[in-house]
């Protein structure tokens, strides 16, 4: 009994494991722009490749075995036809083919026959290639996406060779019999040089990041939790998506929950970012402590009524300029929790419970304590995209002041509740919304850009629907 409890804990805990907090889903849209990108790349490859040196014997009855060589194969033309792309979902990655590549190549041969060395230039023309490859998609221990070769055919349709120089006319006429092999050989090379270009790109996957640092306090962690997942028109990866502060190292106390990232085919890409990302970021920021800031007179703008000293604070707290005449006071602002984001279908909500404590400012700069009150306010945003920028703006949906302790006797808190919120609403909101209405730039590496893009909030999490442009590097799509 107890080991089968067993055995169906562990598989729970193992079916049931972390949610993803982003999810990235590429549609064949995508995939056919990233095929477009790579016939290109392709292409400029083959163009300056050098073939590996091709070697062997050939046993003609009246001569015996002859050996050659061709060496210093290069590719003066290549006729690449559109190759044909799709998910492939029996091994969760994607089928690759091409059909009726055409190359056309030159080089050295030389043959030595007992002691008769020889040699000279040849024209190779290869017909009729078709190469089929597929791929297989995983994720390795500390999840990094991962790639092997699932399986590769490739099948020459006929190869045409023309000898010149040395004794070539004697022996062109023999060609014929022995083209076969030379087909044979170059149809074996096929495969293995196309496994090696999927080693080469997983050596690079193994040599990228799963985690990144974002400024001094943070940094974000996005491995991937599962295994890449394949539907018929679309493949999707789920990533961790959780930022921590660098100082602390601490999870949040809250988990990432399941949701459903729809599919817009008309788009290459669709991101989704759940309210645990943004949370998990809020929280970092507040266990590093970094959720606080001093507030003296010299931050209010001069054009105030109100300003931060005992005789400007009289009208809200009597007792205040009788016992403290004529100082400067000094505000501390700091969340008591972090600050929770929630996503609404169109809207997100922030709550922050914050405090405030505040400070006469002694003419020998100590710090006297005053009292110290409790702001809980709760915000709406709104989010969306325009013409490449991302767009918003935010209100202040209720704001309350309470006396949480004091060290001047109690006051009421009303007079000076509307006071912060009309400074909040007129000094920051505004500000804020001046910012937002402007935008930013949607983040752009300097290879790719995301294009057409569209943002919705739904419910606990932002979807992205976007198309994108890539630049391919020199060095490929590294
Ligand atoms: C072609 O290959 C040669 C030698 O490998 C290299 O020096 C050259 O930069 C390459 N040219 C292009 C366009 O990649
Ligand atoms: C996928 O696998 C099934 C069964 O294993 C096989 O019949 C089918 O041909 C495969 N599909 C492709 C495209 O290879
Ligand atoms: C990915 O890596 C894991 C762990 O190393 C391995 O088990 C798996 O076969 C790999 N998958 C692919 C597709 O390379
Ligand atoms: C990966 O992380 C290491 C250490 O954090 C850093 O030195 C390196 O530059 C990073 N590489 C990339 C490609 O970001
Ligand atoms: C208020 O704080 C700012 C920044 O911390 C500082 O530059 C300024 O001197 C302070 N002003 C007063 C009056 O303490
Ligand atoms: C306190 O603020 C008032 C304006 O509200 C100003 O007239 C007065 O000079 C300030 N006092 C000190 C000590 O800064
Ligand atoms: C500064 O002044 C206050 C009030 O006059 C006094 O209580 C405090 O001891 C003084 N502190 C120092 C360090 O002189
Ligand atoms: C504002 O917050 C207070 C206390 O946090 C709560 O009692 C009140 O219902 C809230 N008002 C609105 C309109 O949400």
């Known amino acids: 009994m107890l080991p089968s409890l067993v055995i169906v804990l562990v598989l729970t805990t193992f079916t049931c494991g972390e949610n993803p ?33 091709i070697s062997g014997g050939i046993h003609i009855s009246i001569f015996g075995t002859i050996h050659y060589t061709f060496t210093g194969v290069t590719i003066v033309q290549c006729d690449l036809p559109e ?34 060395h020889d040699g000279g230039s040849f024209n190779l023309a290869i017909f009729n290639v078709d190469v089929t490859s597929a791929v297989e998609l995983g994720k390795d221990a500390d999840g990094r996406l991962n790639v092997t070769s699932a399986s590769c055919t490739a099948e020459v349709g006929d190869v045409k060779i023309d000898f010149h120089g040395g004794a070539s006319r004697i022996f062109q006429p023999f060609v014929k019999y022995f083209k076969g092999r030379i087909r044979g050989q170059i149809e074996d090379k096929i495969c293995p040089t196309v496994e090696q270009y999927i080693g080469e790109f997983e050596h690079h996957l193994q040599a990228t990041n799963v985690s990144f640092q974002v400024n001094q306090a943070l940094a974000v962690d996005v491995p991937l939790t599962n295994l890449p997942f394949m539907a018929a028109s679309s493949l999707s990866l789920g990533l961790k998506g959780e930022f921590y502060s660098t100082k602390s190292h601490a999870d949040p106390p809250f988990k990432a929950q399941p949701f459903t ?33 001093l507030i003296n007179d010299s931050m209010i703008p001069p054009s105030s009524p109100v300003h931060l000293n005992t005789t400007s604070m009289g009208p809200f707290i009597p ?17 008591r929790e972090a600050p ?52 918003g703006s935010v209100a202040m949906d209720n704001f309350t002041l309470t006396l949480a302790a004091s060290e001047v006797g109690t006051f009421q808190t009303a007079a000076l509740e509307t006071l912060v919120k009309t400074g909040i ?27 057409n893009s569209v943002l919705k909030v739904e419910e606990g999490f932002v979807a992205v629907w976007s198309d994108a442009v890539v630049w391919p590097t020199e060095s490929g799509f590294n």
């Open 21 to 53: 907090a982003i999810q990235v889903m590429l549609t064949n849209k995508g995939l056919q722009y990233g095929k477009h990108l790579g016939t290109g790349w392709i292409q400029d490859k083959l163009r300056n490749i050098t073939l590996p040196d």
């Open 83 to 116: 190759p044909s792309v799709q998910f492939y979902t029996n091994v969760t990655g994607f089928k690759t083919s091409v059909s009726g590549l055409s190359i056309a190549l030159t080089g050295e041969w030389r043959t030595h026959y007992g002691i008769i």
């Open 261 to 293: 990232l729809p599919e817009q085919p008309g788009y290459m890409l669709s991101l989704g970012l759940s309210e645990f990302t943004a949370n998990s970021a809020s929280y970092g920021y507040f266990s590093a402590g970094l959720l606080q800031a």
């Open 319 to 335: 007792q205040l300029p009788k016992l403290f005449p004529d100082l400067l006071m000094k505000l501390q602002v700091y969340a």
């Open 340 to 391: 929770v984001f929630s996503f609404q279908p169109g809207a997100v909500k922030l709550g922050f419970l914050g405090a405030v404590k505040a400070f006469a400012v002694q003419p020998n700069t100590t710090l006297t304590p005053l009292f110290k009150l409790n702001s809980d306010s709760a915000f709406s945003g709104k989010m969306w995209v325009d013409g490449g920028r991302l767009k």
């Open 425 to 451: 609403k007129m000094g920051v909101l505004s500000k804020l919304n001046e910012k937002l209405a402007e935008g930013f730039v949607l983040p752009r590496m300097h290879y790719a850009q995301l294009v």
